[in-house]
């Protein structure tokens, strides 16, 4: 059953995916972060077996896509670049979706690094001429909202490494 599990949200990620092959360095980088940061999410829930956590975030994965693909298909707007179905944007949706869930699910300290990465992902899409900013905003706030709606604390142990000016180390902490 875990296997099967797995399976499911390694095809859905990969499924939603779309074209991973963009025409420059910074589209095809947007587009590997995008496939990166749900992928990532998924790693984390599974290094820790947490499952209820990887429950957590397919099911706000999969809101997030549902929400994103009907207004996709049912808003008629066209790409910067002429093409179909600009509005929202599935790559931000997607990456902001999981970067909320990392940050609601395991704390600011993964958390910040995700949104930078989802940030990335915005930005490339309208650099690359694929989205409007709007389109790219709208996928955010939609991946943003899912994650809130599903992701909650983890209650496991963390160890996370800490340095200051003087010192280094290892902090350990658990929710209760």
């Known amino acids: 059953m875990r296997i099967f599990f797995i399976l499911s949200v390694i095809l859905l990620i990969l499924s939603s995916a779309g074209n991973i092959f963009a025409s420059d360095a910074i589209g095809t980088a947007g587009d ?12 984390m829930t599974l290094t820790r077996s947490d499952k209820d956590g990887a429950l957590q975030f397919l099911e ?8 994103t693909f009907g207004l996709k298909y049912s808003v008629k707007e066209r790409r910067p670049n002429g093409e179909k179905h600009s509005f929202p944007s599935f790559h931000a949706s997607s990456a902001f979706s999981a970067a909320t869930f ?21 930005w490339s899409r309208i650099e690359e001429k694929e989205h409007w900013p709007k389109d790219v905003i709208a996928g955010a706030a939609i991946g943003i909202v899912s994650g809130f709606i599903f992701a909650k604390p983890y209650k496991g142990a963390e160890v996370t490494p800490v340095m200051g000016n003087h010192f280094f180390g290892l902090a350990f902490s658990k929710r209760f």
């Open 32 to 43: 590997a972060v995008a496939l990166a940061t749900p992928a990532t999410a998924l790693f």
């Open 60 to 67: 706000s994965y999969a809101a997030s896509s549902a929400v």
């Open 102 to 122: 990392i940050r609601n699910r395991y704390g600011w300290s993964y958390g910040i690094p995700a949104y930078l990465a989802a940030s990335f992902v915005g």
